[in-house]
């Protein structure tokens, strides 16, 4: 190998340049580990500048060498030498890029080209600070270089990164350059073939030139999200994806978008086939990953994307990074936020798109990550809108597992309907068959079906949608007559207003303060009673929520109490006016019965064996007379009752 040949040159540093080295020393990177990827950079930008320049001249040094990028390690002596086949240096070239802090001898490379007219979008370096954080892992830095013109020398150039360096004249040299690291101590672990490799993998992966380690290449992958879409065909897409998100399922569609304004980004964002927070595997950490020019800076980064985009993978380049951050200063750049409003505002499109152009695919994706759009509606305000147009559910106008839109619910509704309206339930059978929706069946007013708890959530936050305000189907304050007449006309005659009022003064009486109050319905239609809300925000799913938040320690004055609303036309009900005045006690646990049936329509009943009970205590009574029965055994029974009643309430009351 090479050997000197004259006594050494030696230079002071520029004042600067020793303030700097201390900073990127100690502060600049958060990760020891980087230095690899700026090194590696470094012989990648020195390849490129030398592919670039054998265009032009003919006379190149050591013009049969490969272009690659080799990496070699000893971990005892505790060494890493990473060797180009790139441009080289020449002496002035050492003292100016290396030697000058801040000076980028790759930034100059591009200024001459664009003065020429010309890009080159393969250079990474343009800060001349990256060199330096050798000197984080390294006590002593060796540079030998022999640069491409065949009449130049070969040069030594090293340096403990304290104040001064010195450069002199070697023999032999290849073409390109050689760092040798004589890693301290401490850092020694950065020699092993295994910890290289995997930080070049992590970083480097993409640059354009084959890397070997200790003579093995590894696989590097092309970066496609600079290419341009026509030459990068489906498969390359799928395989990209699973590649970079580490993922074994395909990707159901995809988003590959480049800007020059008001940032420079090439962007190829990917949607999963699965939702692995719906398999259970608790919250999905973002996977997009932010790269400068083909080099990782973050494979994390907070805040690139808000938190509801959570399940998008893929990756966004930007060369307007400084490739020279710290992550933490990162995440709360103004960059940063700039290219999340860019992104997000993007990918919103691109599902507003698939939505209109291709609703099957859309649907199917609403299926398994509509969770995270609803979560978008209730935190982020900026992309509201939007996510509401996205939203789709299930309504009384559509068919088992069909969904709509807000806009198509809207298509449909008469100019009196200034409401979206929407029930929650387990399920769509739940929902059909209890008393809320009869109603709005009867005038053919469309209701959309809520099947998910954080739904309520969405709706609260959103309260309107094209300036209807979104309503609960079970709310008090409704006024359907005003929207639409009712189509069934030959109905069953209803109580008489006076025998329909001292009804529900009786059963208001019975009930208490169970509930805030009780009036006849025009809205029931086949069942006898059901319970509404006056507050049009505090839906029966609310309550159920609020009843269970008390239970679990408690917060806020009470469930509030809610109304009770009894059908007129009910054979039931009526039967109950008759026997309101006949047979107090029966009317009675009658009217308790039937709120409890309608708190479990609207599943509000929590324990059923109050319930239950007196349901047998009613069809005990309905049964004297007919039977016979032996008052020992009666007495029995009624024994056994209290002592289930007593135990009831314990529990209740707990
Ligand atoms: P940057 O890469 O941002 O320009 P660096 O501090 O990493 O800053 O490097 C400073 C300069 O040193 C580079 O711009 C380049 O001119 C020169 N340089 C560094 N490494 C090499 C190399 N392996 N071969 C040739 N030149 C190099
Ligand atoms: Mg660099």
């Given at each position: 190998m090479s050997q000197k040949t004259a006594s050494p040159e030696r230079h002071e540093f520029q004042a600067e340049v020793k303030q700097v080295l201390d900073i990127v020393v100690h502060s600049l990177y958060t990760d020891k580990e980087i230095f690899v990827r700026e090194l590696i950079s470094n012989a990648s930008d020195a390849t490129e500048k030398l592919r670039h320049t054998q265009i032009t001249e003919k006379e190149i040094f050591d013009a049969d060498l490969d272009l690659e990028i080799q990496v070699t390690s000893d971990e005892e002596a505790g060494t890493i030498t990473i060797c180009d086949s790139g441009i080289g240096m020449t002496r002035s070239e050492l003292i100016e890029n290396l030697g000058t802090i801040a000076h980028s001898g790759s930034k100059q490379f591009l200024n001459a080209l664009k003065e020429s007219g010309e890009r080159n979008e393969n250079l990474i370096g343009q800060f001349g600070v990256g060199f330096y954080s050798a000197f984080m892992v390294a006590d002593k830095v060796d540079v030998y270089t022999r640069n491409w013109q065949n009449d130049g020398e070969s040069l030594h150039w090293s340096s403990d990164g304290s104040g001064a360096y010195e450069i002199a004249v070697i023999e032999n040299e290849r073409r390109g350059t050689r760092i040798l690291l004589h890693l301290k101590e401490e850092y020694k672990e950065f020699a092993k073939k295994d910890r290289l490799e995997g930080i070049i993998k992590n970083y480097s992966a993409f640059v354009q030139f084959p890397i070997k380690v200790e003579g093995e290449e590894l696989n590097t992958v092309q970066a496609i999200w600079l290419k341009n879409k026509s030459d990068i065909t489906d498969e390359e897409y799928k395989e990209f994806y699973k590649f970079q998100a580490n993922a074994y399922d395909e990707p159901r569609f995809w988003l590959h978008f480049s800007a020059d304004a008001p940032l420079e980004i090439n962007t190829l964002?990917?949607?999963?086939?699965?939702?692995?927070?719906?398999?259970?595997?608790?919250?999905?950490?973002?996977?997009?990953?932010?790269?400068?020019?083909?080099?990782?800076?973050?494979?994390?980064?907070?805040?690139?994307?808000?938190?509801?985009?959570?399940?998008?993978?893929?990756?966004?380049?930007?060369?307007?990074?400084?490739l020279n951050i710290s992550r933490e200063s990162m995440q709360d750049s103004t960059l940063i936020q700039k290219l999340n409003k860019v992104i997000t505002k993007r990918f919103l499109k691109l599902l507003e798109e698939k939505a209109k152009k291709e609703p099957e695919v859309y649907d199917d994706f609403w299926g398994k990550f509509g969770l995270f759009l609803k979560e978008g509606v209730t935190t982020d305000f900026t992309h509201r809108d939007q996510l509401l147009k996205l939203l789709r559910y299930e309504s009384s106008y559509t068919e088992e597992g069909k969904t709509t839109s807000l806009a198509d619910y809207l298509s449909r509704a008469t100019d009196g309907q200034k409401e979206i309206f929407y029930l929650s339930g387990t399920s769509r059978a739940a929902i059909e068959s209890g008393p809320y929706l009869e109603a709005f069946?009867?005038?053919?007013?469309?209701?959309?079906?809520?099947?998910?708890?954080?739904?309520?959530?969405?709706?609260?936050?959103?309260?309107?949608?094209?300036?209807?305000?979104?309503?609960?189907?079970?709310?008090?304050?409704?006024?359907?007559?005003?929207?639409?007449?009712?189509?069934?006309?030959?109905?069953?005659?209803?109580?008489?207003?006076?025998?329909?009022?001292?009804?529900?003064?009786?059963?208001?009486?019975?009930?208490?303060?169970?509930?805030?109050?009780?009036?006849?319905?025009?809205?029931?239609?086949?069942?006898?009673?059901?319970?509404?809300?006056?507050?049009?925000?505090?839906?029966?799913?609310?309550?159920?929520?609020?009843?269970?938040?008390?239970?679990?320690?408690?917060?806020?004055?009470?469930?509030?109490?809610?109304?009770?609303?009894?059908?007129?036309?009910?054979?039931?009900?009526?039967?109950?006016?008759?026997?309101?005045?006949?047979?107090?006690?029966?009317?009675?646990?009658?009217?308790?019965?039937?709120?409890?049936?309608?708190?479990?329509?609207?599943?509000?009943?929590e324990d059923s064996s109050t319930m239950v009970q007196r349901n047998y205590d009613i069809l005990e009574k309905l049964s004297v007379g007919t039977a016979d029965t032996k008052k020992v055994a009666k007495k029995k029974v009624a024994k056994k009752k209290v002592a289930t009643k007593k135990t009831t309430r314990k529990k209740t009351d707990s």
């Open positions: 964002l990917y949607a999963p086939t699965e939702n692995m927070e719906g398999f259970g595997f608790g919250r999905m950490e973002p996977g997009v990953s932010l790269y400068c020019r083909k080099v990782l800076i973050d494979s994390d980064p907070k805040n690139l994307l808000p938190d509801w985009l959570r399940f998008v993978r893929g990756v966004v380049d930007s060369a307007d990074l400084p069946k009867g005038r053919n007013i469309e209701v959309l079906f809520m099947f998910e708890p954080v739904d309520e959530f969405v709706m609260n936050h959103a309260r309107s949608f094209e300036e209807k305000s979104f309503v609960s189907a079970d709310s008090d304050e409704i006024d359907l007559d005003a929207i639409a007449p009712e189509t069934d006309t030959d109905k069953e005659a209803a109580l008489d207003s006076a025998a329909s009022d001292s009804l529900c003064t009786f059963i208001k009486e019975k009930l208490g303060d169970q509930v805030s109050e009780v009036t006849a319905s025009e809205r029931l239609v086949g069942s006898p009673a059901m319970i509404v809300s006056g507050d049009k925000m505090m839906t029966a799913q609310m309550r159920k929520m609020m009843k269970a938040m008390q239970q679990d320690g408690g917060m806020m004055g009470g469930e509030p109490p809610a109304k009770l609303q009894i059908n007129p036309r009910h054979p039931l009900v009526k039967n109950l006016s008759n026997l309101s005045t006949s047979d107090n006690e029966l009317a009675s646990i009658i009217s308790l019965q039937i709120l409890d049936n309608a708190r479990m329509a609207a599943g509000l009943l």
